[in-house]
């Protein structure tokens, strides 16, 4: 089974969200970059077809240089060999897109992606992917086991959950679920040297016409202060609740 | 030319957000000078639709799509764009919605925003709103393809009511085959469900132990709310991951989101400041919650939501 795990590179969750250029680029100055949370248990979950079930994992990202170390950081974590796909992401078709292709050349049959980035959070690079292929596709998985070619994968629904039945190739969008939170996976000294001598490939994106342009970005407007409700009053917070916020 | 709305129904009762894509796609066919078409499977009542401004219902009824299947959905509604030549599909962000629209994309050779929180600010270019940053920023896009495809984020647009006399076709499209099949759905019944509820009440590790959630899910009930827990709660096996609300856990869009016992850590917040209005208890003045907080209450939890029950059971038995 050859894997691949579709890495983004995004802010850390704590970092100053700025925009620079008349609020057409994000600020990175001073931001931390790390594995896309949803990729990260993604990652793990390959791990352990790794060591159970002889996989080959591979990690992919679509971005410029600056992302290296984060993808150095999944091989150390203990993928096989990194791809990047040398380009500055469009929007998530041009992602999906520059992946199928990677996916087609690699000869891939199953791809594990986040279910969304944490920063643009458009949740489509995997299903657009799979639809590019025409591989079978599970959104917001939270398992999955691989039997020779046939999948079994539990995915989330709104008040639940639906067991699916698939198989090989196939696309899954991984969320938390997909492997227990004291299962993920962090590099030690030992995965951080050898992911230092692991492959990782350059290839260059392939061209067509963008179907969408980011244009800028706004901040929510500033928030006002907390009202703050006496312990002894709650019969105010029910009242506020009521008529000035009409929520009850 | 036309608007396609793709209202989602579930058992044939449409959901919440089936009138609220409906209400938005209304609006857009206004603004783009067209009609408004509403794609349904298998739902009863179609004429629930005219309120919201559904101009023409494209009604399919096939028991093969029962169960909700995303390529086979995805196909139909490709089928209704182009039968009805939509230059917008519009889907809502239900998690068959999240599910859909990325393939009806493919399938459409369109353009594709989601987490869309308004309409167009313009046509041509067609530019919209959309969240990103986990809600710290709005990014807006334009969308460059003849046709567009929209996922609108949930509670973003509301319900508008504007009823019109609708008429009501019969569409029969054909099905393709799908790899993917349901084996077993698994559902609570009966519970309100943190995708679908106006309020949520949702509670920390401050609550010092499982044994303690009796009066979370009391306040719950007389709220008419879903219950939801920080990710320690769920890490720490106290409540179901299904339940765990936050950035790697499931996002909020409530009207109300009340929170106990939860200090308001940045990936917390990240998941949940969607909500309209958020109300914290919390023992801790310096809790970064309060920050991001329209009503607090300082102080202890175990003192609080019971009077607070009290007050809303008084509040319920004058207004009911």
Not at chain 1, 86 to 96: K, L, Q, R, T, Y
């Amino acid at each position: 089974m050859k894997v691949l795990v579709c890495i983004s590179h995004v802010p850390d969750t704590t970092s100053k969200i700025n925009f620079i250029d008349n609020d057409t680029k994000f600020d990175t100055n001073g931001v931390q970059y790390v594995i896309n949370p949803h990729d990260e248990y993604s990652l793990t979950r390959a791990m352990w077809l790794k060591e159970n079930q002889g996989a080959t994992v591979t990690v992919v990202n679509v971005g410029n240089a600056t992302t290296e170390p984060t993808l150095r950081k999944a091989l150390a974590i203990g993928a096989d060999d990194a791809i990047r796909v040398n380009a500055e992401p469009i929007d998530g078709f041009f992602v999906a897109k520059q992946l199928a292709e990677v996916v087609k050349n690699g000869g891939f049959d199953l791809v594990i992606a986040g279910r969304e980035s944490i920063d643009y959070n458009g949740g489509m690079v995997p299903g657009m992917l799979a639809a590019l292929l025409d591989f079978n596709f599970v959104n917001a998985c939270i398992g999955f086991d691989v039997t020779g070619n046939n999948v079994t994968a539990t995915r989330e629904i709104d008040g639940g959950k639906e067991i699916l039945a698939t198989a090989l190739p196939l696309v899954i969008a991984g969320q938390k679920g997909i492997v227990e939170e004291k299962d993920l996976r962090i590099p030690n000294m030992r995965g951080i040297m050898t992911a230092r001598s692991k492959p990782l490939s350059i290839v260059e994106p392939v061209a067509f016409d963008n179907t969408t342009s980011a244009i800028n970005f706004e901040k929510p407007a500033p928030k006002g202060a907390v009202k703050l409700v006496d312990v002894n009053n709650l019969a105010e917070l029910v009242h506020l609740l009521h008529t000035e916020a009409k929520v009850i | 030319m036309a608007v396609l709305v793709f209202a989602e129904s579930t058992e044939g009762k449409f959901k919440k957000t089936a009138f609220e894509v409906t209400s938005y796609g209304k609006k857009v066919a206004e603004q783009l000078g067209t009609n408004l078409v509403v794609l349904t499977v298998n739902a009863d009542d179609i004429t629930l639709l005219y309120a919201y401004g559904a101009e023409k219902v494209l009604k399919v009824t096939n028991t093969a799509l029962a169960t909700f299947n995303a390529k086979i959905y995805a196909d139909v509604i490709k089928q209704a764009a182009t039968k009805e030549n939509a230059q917008v599909v519009i889907i809502d962000s239900s998690s068959n919605g999240i599910y859909l629209a990325p393939l009806v994309a493919v399938n459409l050779n369109a353009g594709l925003a989601t987490n869309v929180v308004a309409l167009p600010s313009s046509t041509s270019p067609f530019v919209v709103k959309r969240k990103s940053f986990s809600n710290k920023a709005f990014n807006n896009s334009e969308i460059k393809t003849a046709v567009k495809v929209i996922g609108l984020a949930k509670n973003s647009f509301g319900l508008k009511e504007q009823t019109i006399a609708g008429t009501e076709e019969v569409f029969a499209p054909t099905l393709i085959n799908s790899g993917v099949s349901s084996i077993s759905v698994d559902k609570s019944a009966g519970k309100v469900t943190i995708a679908d509820a106006d309020i949520v009440v949702s509670g920390g590790r401050g609550l010092k132990g499982p044994e303690n959630w009796g009066m979370i899910e009391e306040l719950a009930a007389v709220l008419g709310a879903a219950t939801a827990c920080s990710k320690p709660v769920s890490d720490l096996g106290w409540r179901p991951h299904s339940e765990h609300v936050g950035q790697t856990g499931k996002p909020v869009t409530s009207n109300l989101y009340i929170a106990i016992g939860i200090s308001g850590a940045i990936q917390h917040l990240a998941g949940v400041n969607s909500s309209k209005v958020k109300v914290v208890i919390n023992t801790d003045p310096e809790a970064p919650f309060f920050k991001a907080a329209d009503y607090g209450v300082v102080g202890d939890a175990f003192e609080v939501v019971p009077k607070f029950i009290e007050k809303l059971k008084e509040f319920k038995a004058q207004n009911s």
